[in-house]
């Protein structure tokens, strides 16, 4: 009789963050005072909601780990099963950010519109509170 191999994984710690690349960022230097402000406040939004998919997702991973155990035959099976998981509920949170950020493009980027960016703002900063820290 033979044995059968099975190996166990699971997510014991994970935590997402949001990271600003300063090279992939663009300012306009001709833009006057006013306009500048808007935009360094909507680029600030843009972050906030990354930092906002961040906290969910970490939070939401952590939660769906508390009951994932993956069973596999190999050592790698199971690695990639795990790292499956974690790359589908990353995409899942991905395609909602980015209906997050053009949501919130088009209330702002298309026009001059700091009533509507304030609205934006406050929505982020309640929700990086209600979130709180990672």
């Known amino acids: 009789r033979g044995y059968i191999n099975q190996y166990y994984g699971s997510i014991k710690h994970i935590v997402f963050e949001a990271v600003m690349n ?35 997702l ?12 993956a069973v596999q035959s190999t050592y790698q099976d199971t690695q990639d099963e795990i790292s499956a998981k974690i790359r589908d509920m990353v995409l899942t949170a991905n395609q909602a950010v980015l ?28 929700q990086l509170l209600k979130l709180g820290g990672k």
């Not at 935009?39 to 843009?46: A, K, M, T």
């Not at 970490?58 to 155990?69: G, L």
């Not at 919130?104 to 009533?115: A, G, K, M, R, V």
Request: charged content about 35%; some cysteine.
């Open 22 to 56: 300063p090279e992939c960022s663009w300012l306009n230097p001709d833009i006057s005072g006013e306009k500048l402000a808007y935009v360094l406040e909507h680029e600030q939004i843009h972050f906030a909601l990354m930092e906002i998919a961040a906290r969910k």
């Open 58 to 69: 970490t939070r939401d991973i952590r939660k769906e780990a508390k009951n994932f155990i």
């Open 99 to 126: 209906k997050e950020h053009k949501s919130f493009d088009e209330y702002t980027s298309l026009y001059f519109d700091p009533e509507a960016q304030r609205w934006w703002l406050h929505r982020v900063e309640d």
